[in-house]
């Protein structure tokens, strides 16, 4: 039925042919969410949004465990910027009502607090688990994480995080921040891996009522089919016209976008096109383009498009928004023998970052009018290293040092197409700043789409060349697949929706540096480097194992993330979620040290690897194929 009602008060009366068991409002947009305390469930997000913060150490653990516990605490009271206060559980006799309160360890004292924030749920806790939903986490096995509300203030939340290992406390410290939307957590290993998770339901809601007490709540539910809301707010980005970009990006008629084809030089024109429409200002040294001669039959060309800023305090100020548009043509360079002279068409490496940027450059570049200057960059020649990128720093240090020093940070988007295969969003070179780790926090929570930092340093993609020159630089990757550097990588395979959530990111993230006040503070370690200068693009024959990593894996070594059928890495045995520790004689912290190894050796090489898995150690030959 529909109901009118312009009135605080109304009665309504409704006839049934049977007794009604329960009523539920709105139990499917849950329009009324925010008008109840009832029903928005304690999640980390509260704790982590929290404006002051109370961490409590378990005083009763043991040395090695307490230490542990600290370190997080300090860790986290540091980037907190004095929001978050540490005592131990001993020094407070009751848990504060002004502030977000984590609960260190399963011997804290304060423990009870989430004993009593759990009733009403299917939840409960004995001397050495915690149930939910029937599912048994012991803390003997396990970190466990679990938020609920504060007994006398429901709008604060009390958080137990209680782990069975101290090695595995840097690496909540790190992975926590992304969970916010959750309200327990479950986690195994040293490097904690996410086994369980989930969110509290709405209980003693007002908005939902048992008319049949013998009756409980989870044995009555609504089955009512799923209904349009009342209204729907028009998209911010179209996923069509993305898409229309990509499959012109990477048709035939590009040929691959390699160098020396004509179809890199349509695809510069395409996107200087794109730059003019939507109304950015030419930024190179003839209209959009920025060119020079690299000794090939065609002239490499960056393509730039600025959105000026306004504030003339920061006139030689700038964000880069960036993406690479070139990629391995026929294959000849870059591209596996066996591929050699097919088309490799590069839809999501990179025809996808392109394509969130030419839809950027729509929605902002006649609207937004920001404090300091947005550049938009499309880089040639970032296959064959980082060539357009190296030109355009080397260009500013001789032409115009001052815009070079004040590039508040870049945001390079580089293979963000297939997002639908992976949980989360990831933001490659986070070490490079300390704020990065706060803003994808915040972005996440604006935005809903979930993204995970990758501290380590790896030498990825065109935000390389940036920070070479000490100046923060993120790319947004939605991760590895088997079609990378294949004439397999087409549209077909590109997750349109996906598109709509990179570019919701990556707007917040250029649109927030535009008007932050201060510098980001660089954590670029040894900062000694000059980006390379540019020149002929690389032509050596470059070994390779067949394995895709795991980008957000942050222990020691390289975990497998993937391994690519009929591969060196196959041939050897190794297997998805085996960790390379040592290549040949050289020992591997991390995906920077494994590239470095690697680019000792040449393609027919036999090396020996040694590996773990699941806590065995094993060592295997691997013949290096051609990449």
């Not at 009870?112 to 803390?139: C, N, W, Y």
């Not at 660089?522 to 470059?542: D, E, F």
């Amino acid at each position: 039925k529909h109901l009118d009602t312009a009135e605080k008060h109304k009665t309504f009366e409704f006839s049934f042919g049977q007794r009604p068991l329960r009523i539920d409002v709105d139990p499917q947009f849950d329009v009324f969410r925010t008008l109840h305390t009832n029903e928005i469930p304690a999640t980390l997000s509260n704790a982590f949004g929290a404006k002051k913060v109370l961490i409590l150490l378990p005083s009763k653990a043991s040395k090695e465990f307490l230490n542990g516990y600290k370190g997080l605490a300090e860790t986290w009271a540091k980037e907190s910027e004095g929001k978050i206060e540490v005592k131990k559980d001993n020094k407070v006799s009751s848990l504060p009502e002004d502030k977000a309160v984590w609960l260190f360890g399963w011997d804290n004292i304060h423990k009870k607090a989430i004993q009593t924030g759990i009733a009403g749920f299917p939840a409960e806790m004995d001397g050495k688990s915690i149930s939910i939903d029937k599912h048994r986490l012991s803390v003997q096995e396990k970190s466990i994480i679990a938020a609920v509300k504060n007994s006398k203030n429901p709008s604060q939340v009390v958080v137990l995080l209680t782990t069975d290992r101290t090695a595995a406390l840097p690496g909540l410290g790190r992975k926590l921040p992304h969970y916010g939307k959750y309200s327990y957590l479950a986690f195994e290993g040293d490097e904690p891996t996410n086994t369980f998770k989930g969110q509290w339901a709405a209980v003693n809601s007002p908005m939902s009522v048992m008319l049949d007490k013998s009756f409980a709540p989870d044995e009555v539910k609504a089955a009512l089919p799923r209904r349009q809301p009342l209204a729907r707010l028009a998209p911010l980005f179209s996923s069509n016209r993305m898409m229309n970009h990509i499959k012109y990006l990477a048709s035939e008629e590009l040929e691959g976008r390699g160098l020396n084809y004509k179809g890199l030089e349509k695809a510069a024109h395409y996107i200087a096109m794109a730059f003019k429409n939507a109304g950015l200002q030419p930024g190179g040294d003839n209209s959009y383009y920025q060119s020079w001669d690299s000794g090939g039959p065609i002239p490499l060309r960056n393509v730039i498009g600025i959105i000026p800023g306004k504030n003339p305090a920061y006139k030689d100020q700038s964000v880069i928004l960036c993406a690479h548009y070139d990629h391995l043509g026929l294959g000849e360079k870059g591209g596996s023998p066996e591929n050699k002279g097919k088309i490799h068409f590069g839809a999501d490496d990179n025809a996808s970052g392109v394509a969130v940027m030419l839809e950027l450059a729509h929605t902002l570049g006649k609207s937004l009018k920001p404090e300091r200057s947005i550049v938009f960059i499309a880089f040639t020649a970032e296959e064959s290293g980082l060539l357009g990128s190296s030109y355009y720093i080397k260009n500013l240090q001789i032409k115009n040092k001052k815009q070079l020093e004040g590039i508040m940070g870049v945001v390079n988007l580089d293979t963000v197409g297939r997002l639908s295969d992976q949980e989360k969003l990831l933001v490659i070179g986070g070490s490079s700043a300390r704020e990065w780790r706060f803003i994808f926090m915040g972005i996440g929570y604006t935005t809903g789409v979930d993204t995970e930092l990758i501290q380590q340093e790896l030498d990825a993609s065109d935000q390389v060349s940036f920070i070479k020159a000490g100046i923060p630089g993120i790319q947004l990757f939605s991760g590895a697949h088997l079609d990378y550097h294949k004439p397999t990588d087409t549209v077909d395979k590109i997750d349109a929706a996906g598109l709509v959530k990179v570019a919701a990111v990556a707007r917040e993230a250029v649109v927030y540096l535009s008007e932050r006040k201060e510098p980001l503070t660089v954590t670029i370690k040894g900062i000694t480097s000059k980006p390379t200068k540019p020149g002929a693009p690389k032509t050596g024959r470059r070994a390779r194992t067949g394995f895709m990593p795991d980008f957000s894996f942050a222990g020691k070594g390289v975990k497998i993330g993937m391994v690519s059928p009929a591969s060196p890495a196959e041939k050897a045995g190794l297997k998805k979620g085996d960790v390379i520790i040592k290549l040949g004689d050289v020992i591997v912290n991390d995906l920077k040290e494994y590239s470095n190894a690697l680019k000792t050796f040449k393609p027919g090489d036999t090396v020996t690897i040694v590996y773990t898995r699941e806590g065995k150690e094993y060592s295997t030959p691997i013949t290096l194929a051609v990449r």
